[in-house]
């Protein structure tokens, strides 16, 4: 089954962090990233730009589209960047979450994905 491993920050948290700690967290991911994708778990992952960059859309029944800047929910964490894995089940989804640096700092979400049949749930 699939999961997402999502991966949330904040500014403080990230600006408290040394440069070696900065550095150490790259690594980290890098090694993660190598483990999971020679294991063959790996489907994506990606780091996410600036909230500030976020562009938030919605529709109202009039079909008349509005746009805002930044992200849907006010919130001191925002959403970093995932990891999309295969795994046996959400034990295993659980441990590889805990290994990334980031669930030291702030949170990493598990969150399984759901086929197109939904049924799974």
Known sequence: ????????????????LSAEQREDLSRSHQDLTRELTEQGLLVSAAGLADP?????????????????????????EHLAGFYLVECEDID?????????????????????VMDASGLEM
């Open 92 to 112: 295993q989804a659980i441990d590889y979450a805990a290994r990334m640096p980031d669930a030291k700092y702030v949170a990493v979400e598990v969150r399984p």
């Open 52 to 76: 500030i960059t976020t562009r938030t859309v919605s529709v109202d029944a009039d079909n008349t589209r509005s746009t805002t800047d930044g992200p849907y929910a006010e919130a001191k």
């Open 1 to 16: 089954m699939k999961y997402m491993l999502l991966i949330y920050s904040n500014p403080e948290s990230w600006a408290g």
